[in-house]
């Protein structure tokens, strides 16, 4: 009773002296104060602080350091200057090494909590990067205006649309640097505005860049609101004799009042629409609505690490199911007796099969369609599953359990959604390994492989 008359008595804005005890699984600081949890971004574990309330929810409060008291030793300077307020970071104040313990032992965490998995007979390893900066070869960066009518692009704060300007982001690849600098020059030199949301007016929404880490093929895709505007071409021709890394753009048409960032009609401005990179020695077409993991190096990793695991041999039927562009079974397939990739996007298909045929593997084939339907239809040796955050639908799992795979390899970017897959696969399959790759130092995010093999093959 004591407690809750005091809970009652502080208040928005009031700051409040509080010692952090873990982290969310987004990477905030989780500090209590009279019975009250307080999520506290950038407060790191064993650190005490005056924090600012910010926000009162029913269950829990959010607020804002004001002055740290005691420092973790594991506590660094951020090497980006826009750390605290662009909020695409959480670890930027943070050792890599202690980053790369806690993401294992938060995701650890939640595949006992949630998967109600056993870790008795295995211990994960988690793969770090050598050098956890400037390693995303992909950016859509929002264009719009400050408070002050001001021209601005950068990074949206977390969880809001306020664009936060950036001149470099630490964790981006550094062509973004001088190609962005320039399409904002050229937008005030030739008058094409900034897509204003509010007013739902303007021309350039989003600015996507690709970069082919291997390659060194930059794309360029331009994401504008109308589908002529003064200057157009103009645009373009400056912006590749400012850039002439820049080896092809595209125009992408979204006039829709949408938080979706591509528009489904594209127009190529520049070079031919795409470009090549390199994985594992395998050559990838990419164009721009094609999925393409972002960090080149890990993905490297991540991927020997998933056809490692499935320990393929010349017998095998293999079924690449979320395949984007083929990646994952491109590689595996010299180890396979045939692959069979099946993806939801009709362009990354085409590019898939395109893949095939430049690099001259034969033993693979590419289908577009939904992950959910496949299956009915034949059953496979071993199954790569690397689906988008959402994880795999019921439907699926039943019939992935019901066509009796000899192992499972899932590659998962959401260790929330791969704990509740597995509490069904689990039924039938053995968990014989988890590990995790830092796919996106900096960030919350964990990418984790599972081998699962079955209990009830015969
Ligand atoms: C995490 S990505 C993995 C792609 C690929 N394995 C790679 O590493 O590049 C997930 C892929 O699943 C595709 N996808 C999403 N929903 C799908 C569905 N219902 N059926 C098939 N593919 C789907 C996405 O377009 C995306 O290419």
């Known amino acids: 009773m004591k407690n809750n008359l005091k809970e009652l008595s502080f208040k928005r804005g009031d700051v409040v002296r509080v010692k952090c005890v873990d982290f969310t699984f987004d990477g905030q600081g989780l500090a209590k104060h009279l019975n009250r949890v307080i999520f506290v971004p950038s407060l790191l574990i064993g650190e005490e602080a005056e924090v600012e ?16 008291i005691t420092f973790s030793p594991f506590r660094i ?15 930027q104040n943070l050792d890599y090494q202690k980053e790369l313990e806690i993401k294992k032992n938060l995701a650890i965490n939640t595949l006992k909590t949630v998967g ?11 793969i770090g990067m050598d050098d956890p900066i400037y390693y995303r070869n992909k950016m859509q960066i929002p264009f719009g205006y ?19 300007p950036i001149n470099e982001c630490i964790i981006s690849s550094k062509e973004h640097v001088s190609i962005l600098a ?7 030199e030739m008058k094409i505005k900034a897509y ?104 490297e990793k991540l991927y020997s690490l998933a056809i490692q695991k499935a320990m393929l041999t010349k017998e095998d039927d293999v079924l690449d199911l979320y395949c984007g562009i083929g990646t994952i079974g491109l590689i595996a397939a010299k180890y396979a007796k045939k692959v069979q990739g099946i993806e939801i996007v009709k362009e ?12 001259n593997i034969n033993n693979i084939n590419f289908l577009v369609g939904d992950a959910k339907d496949v299956l009915l239809k034949k059953s496979y040796d071993v199954i790569f599953l690397d689906p988008p955050r959402k994880g795999l639908d019921l439907s699926l799992i039943k019939q992935i359990m019901n066509s009796h ?32 790759v830092d796919m996106f130092p900096r960030t919350f995010h964990v990418e984790t492989v599972v081998l699962l093999s079955n209990r009830t093959a015969k």
Do not use: W
């Open 146 to 164: 400050d408070k002050q009518h001001r021209l601005v692009y950068g990074l949206y704060k977390y969880k809001s649309h306020d664009i936060v």
């Open 53 to 68: 309330i910010l926000y009162r929810k029913k269950d829990y409060d959010i607020g804002k350091i004001t002055k740290i």
């Open 196 to 299: 204003d949301e509010d007013l739902e007016k303007g021309v350039l929404r989003h600015v996507l860049i690709r970069v082919g880490k291997a390659s060194k093929e930059v794309m360029v895709v331009l994401i504008v609101n109308e589908v002529n505007f003064k200057n157009k071409k103009n645009f373009v021709n400056e912006l590749v004799k400012l850039n002439p890394e820049i080896t092809t753009v595209i125009y992408n048409y979204n006039l829709r009042k949408t938080n979706v960032i591509l528009g489904e009609k594209e127009e190529v401005a520049y070079g031919n629409g795409y470009i090549y990179d390199y994985l594992l020695g395998v050559k990838f077409k990419i164009s721009s609505k094609s999925f393409y993991q972002v960090n080149h190096d890990q993905c």
């Open 116 to 126: 109600k998995i056993s870790f008795k007979f295995f211990s994960p390893k988690i």
């Open 348 to 359: 990354a298909i085409i590019d898939a099969k395109e893949n095939a045929k430049i690099n």
């Open 182 to 188: 320039n399409i904002k020059k050229l937008m005030l």
């Open 77 to 91: 300077n951020p090497l980006c200057k826009c750390a605290t307020a662009c909020g695409g970071c959480s670890f």
């Open 405 to 436: 795979p000899k192992k499972i390899v899932y590659v998962s970017c959401d260790v929330g959604t791969l704990a509740r897959d597995l509490t069904y696969l689990t039924k039938n399959y053995n968990i014989d390994s988890i590990d995790f």
